[in-house]
């Protein structure tokens, strides 16, 4: 390998280790040979989300200008032309080796740019469009890393995994995207509660919830359940040797709503974190458990809502 490919696995998986705490204890879990490929995932999305996030004090055309400039050197890539970047080379070893769905890469840079003009979603239909982007094909990137026993079968538990896990996020994150403008709870969940967008605001202001808030969080966490619950026979048809890394995440994210159910759905009082010491015991659990183990889907004793 030569020194700009290994310099860019590294800077991937610099990003990985700094931003994807959780992920990344998981995927320690993996043979050697197949983490970096997942850095280099991990790389990529993060960065395009770096350029949509941490750039906020710049002009929307400009950050949108800077989005499309990076996708461009990446399309370049892809079709053979040197890429001077840090991470991209990386990306595209990874692709290439894997012979990776390059639509699904496409899909996500169309998400990632809707983040820069789109701040909340109309239905759970709308969010689900912008998921299958931004959530959805991140599974069925990692899937041929991964490997299986029967890559069909799991293809689609593989997106509904990232469904889980990025509506996970949105619960835990509310009070975060708030400070960006947007909100990725649906509006028409949001009518169902009689909560508005000042209401979450307000509570955020607070530091504390209020009982529809609460109602309308604890909604959204049974329909995570029901990606959950929807993910969960995938983890089983995954390569031996992948399984405790998949196992681990999707215990760890799957405690993030366990957090949030413990803290009475408040997500404005305090970030939902997953204790270490925790982390650490569900990793050495998923190492000793038998492969063809099933999972044990997360989240509090409730009817979970039906995945659309």
């Not at 998981?26 to 043979?31: D, E, G, H, K, Q």
């Not at 840079?109 to 709308?126: C, E, G, I, N, R």
């Not at 991140?138 to 990232?162: F, H, K, N, Y």
Request: glycine share 6%; proline share 6%; net charge negative.
């Amino acid at each position: 390998m030569d020194t700009d490919l290994t310099a860019a696995y590294a800077r991937c998986q610099d990003l990985h280790q700094r931003h994807g705490r959780t992920y990344y204890l998981a995927t320690r879990l993996l043979p050697a040979w197949k983490r970096r490929h997942v850095h280099a995932l991990y790389g990529f999305t993060r960065y395009a989300d770096e350029i949509v996030d941490r750039t906020e004090n710049l002009p929307p055309a400009e950050r949108a200008a800077r989005l499309d400039e990076w996708s461009a050197r990446f399309v370049a890539g892809l079709h053979g032309e040197p890429v001077d970047d840090p991470l991209l080379p990386a990306v595209l070893h990874t692709i290439a080796v894997f012979d990776l769905d390059r639509a699904d890469f496409a899909s996500f840079l169309t998400s990632m740019a809707m983040d820069l003009t789109v701040m909340s979603y109309p239905t759970y239909d709308d969010l689900l469009d912008y998921m299958e982007g931004s959530a959805a094909v991140i599974g069925t990137m990692m899937l041929p890393i991964l490997g299986s026993s029967d890559p069909v079968a799991a293809r689609e538990p593989a997106r509904q995994l990232g469904f889980a896990f990025q509506l996970t996020n949105f619960i835990r994150d509310v009070a975060e995207d708030l400070d960006r403008g947007r909100t990725y709870l649906p509006d028409e969940d949001l009518a169902k509660f009689a909560v508005t967008r000042g209401d979450l605001l307000a509570a955020k202001a607070q530091g504390c919830t209020t009982p529809r808030i609460r109602e309308l969080i604890e909604y959204e966490v049974t329909r995570a359940q029901a990606h959950y619950a929807a993910a969960a026979p995938g983890i089983t048809l995954l390569a031996p040797a992948s399984q405790a890394c998949m196992r681990t995440a999707y215990a760890l994210y799957g405690g993030i709503l366990d957090e949030v159910a413990a803290q009475g759905y408040d997500v404005f009082a305090r970030r939902a974190r997953v204790p270490q010491r925790r982390r650490m015991a569900v990793a050495a659990r998923a190492l000793l458990t038998p492969i063809g183990t099933p999972v044990v889907i997360p989240g509090p004793a409730l009817t979970p809502v039906a995945v659309s």
